[in-house]
């Protein structure tokens, strides 16, 4: 997965669990929130570029 993501996209993992981090030493609550949040979002995106590239023909 890693090597799919390539460096920018690796920065931009390692800011979010950086985000995540901070949220969680003010507020453990809001950081458990914000994570799943986080991570429904990002099965949306993951099914929705599926379904598009599915529907190109690509997949």
């Known amino acids: ?3 799919n993501l390539g460096p920018l996209g690796i ?3 390692l800011i979010v669990v950086a985000g995540i981090g901070l ?3 003010a507020d453990p609550i809001v ?4 994570a ?5 979002l990002g ?3 993951k099914a929705l570029i599926s379904n598009v590239l599915g529907a ?4």
């Open 1 to 3: 997965m890693i090597r």
């Open 56 to 59: 190109w023909g690509m997949m």
């Open 31 to 34: 950081a458990v929130g914000m």
């Open 11 to 13: 920065v931009g993992l």
């Open 23 to 25: 949220i969680a030493w």
């Open 43 to 45: 099965l949306v995106v």
């Open 36 to 40: 799943l949040v986080l991570a429904g």
